[in-house]
């Protein structure tokens, strides 16, 4: 009898210890989402940041070339329309090569902050 009783306590404690690390697990996996979120949208944001200066400093420096060019083509509107271009054509190639410079790049990040951190931490 005093078998079944000690069984019933391990049993109990058993099931407490479950219990515990059932809630740990929780409290680790939405600590570690709360984590994974932070890194994507301070990336985010790194990357809109850095997006609207470019294309300020892109505004900005096509205007410079445009003065520049200006005595070597002869007129302002011959400026522009060669800048215009040589914009269309850069924006043509971003188009083309968008998936190993734009889609590939981030499907790398994402892949590597969703699933390596979680691959690695389950060898331990």
């Not at 009783?5 to 600590?31: F, H, M, T, W």
């Not at 890194?39 to 070339?65: D, N, P, R």
């Amino acid at each position: 009898m005093f078998a079944n009783e000690n069984s019933i306590n391990n049993l109990e404690s058993l099931v407490k210890e479950i219990k515990k690390y059932i809630g740990l697990q929780g409290e680790y996996l939405r600590l570690d989402v709360v984590e994974k979120l932070t890194v994507l949208l301070s990336t985010l944001i790194l990357i809109l940041v850095l997006t609207i200066l470019g294309m300020m400093a892109l505004f900005y420096f096509s205007f410079m070339l445009v003065y520049a060019l200006v005595p070597i083509v002869g007129s302002i509107i011959g400026s522009y329309a060669i800048i215009g271009g040589v914009i269309l054509l850069l924006a043509l190639l971003v188009y083309r090569m968008r998936k190993q410079w734009i889609f590939q790049p981030i499907v790398n990040f994402l892949a590597r902050l969703f699933l390596e951190d979680s691959a690695d931490k389950h060898k331990q």
